[in-house]
């Protein structure tokens, strides 16, 4: 890790939701996705990161939401870096306390965030509050209470879906091909034999399954095992097993993406969010 970054991150045991607190100087990673519901805030400093088609400014105070699955990567764009803090909401835990708030009232579908980047103060109280006990020891209730108090601040900034199959709006061949990546992202998959599966020539499958998910599939491919390797480093897997399993060539080529896309080392990851010793 270089001098002018620095990571905490640690995950709470109850909840699976992971907190983290970062400082960045510069380029801070590339663009990638979570398997979770991202919600944080800047703490200091200017952060700029890209998501939904556009660029982001956040500025000390203001939270930012983000999706599972969506990309967005993030910089530094002055000399004095940005300081934020984030929680990693697991999406059955939060379905679970929300179904809990709605009762049978609960809207049906899938939780999403009407924005991107949100200025209000009460909401960004609650995250801190969030942050703040989940990064300590602390009482069970205190830590309860401070995620029902997050979780009532957020209401009003969740929109419901209803849960598709497959986006209509999107190209079959695209989507076919996301189907055969998603089912055999652990093998060493051909642009050929994707394209084949898809039902094109690979040259229009790139095409359209840039456009469609805003990366081309080798990269989509990445984030794929990039995503899983985080579930398994969590369960206690070594980064040489999690290579292993996701098709890696070796302990260090998980480690050159996984740095990019996250900041940190495969081991660093595991000793902070599994409770096994590192080995």
């Not at 990638?32 to 956040?58: I, M, N, P």
């Not at 989940?134 to 401070?146: C, D, G, M, T």
């Not at 040259?203 to 359209?208: E, V």
């Amino acid at each position: 890790m270089a001098d002018d970054h620095w990571i905490q991150l640690q995950q709470d045991a109850d909840t699976g939701i992971e907190t983290l607190r970062a400082h960045f100087e510069g380029h801070a990673y590339d663009l990638h996705w979570h398997d979770a519901y991202l919600v944080g805030y800047t703490e200091q400093g200017l952060q700029q990161f890209h998501c939904r088609g556009q660029r982001h400014l956040s500025t000390p105070g203001q939270v930012f939401l983000l999706e599972p699955g969506e990309l967005h990567d993030g910089q530094a764009p002055e000399a004095e870096g940005f300081t934020y803090s984030m929680l990693y909401l697991d999406p059955q835990w939060l379905a679970r306390e929300l179904q809990g708030l709605h009762g049978e009232a609960r809207p049906l579908g899938e939780p999403g965030f009407a924005r991107t980047l949100v200025d209000q103060a009460e909401l960004h109280r609650a995250v801190a509050w969030a942050h703040e006990v989940l990064s300590r020891p602390e009482l069970r209730i205190v830590r309860q209470s401070a995620l029902d108090a997050l979780l009532l601040r957020l209401l009003p900034h969740l929109q419901w879906r209803a849960p598709q199959a497959g986006d209509p709006r999107l190209p079959q061949v695209a989507l076919r091909a996301r189907d055969f990546l998603q089912a055999h992202h652990h093998e060493d998959i051909g642009l050929e034999e994707l394209a084949q599966a898809a039902g094109v020539d690979r040259f229009r499958l790139t095409r359209a399954f840039k456009a469609a998910f805003g990366l081309a599939p080798h990269a989509y491919l990445v984030q794929l095992r990039l995503s899983r390797a985080r579930r398994l480093l969590a369960d206690g897997l070594s980064p040489a097993e999690t290579a292993a399993a996701l098709g890696f060539a070796d302990q260090s080529h998980l480690g050159r993406w996984f740095r990019r896309a996250y900041g940190l080392t495969p081991a660093a990851y595991r000793a902070r969010c599994s409770n096994l010793p590192d080995r």
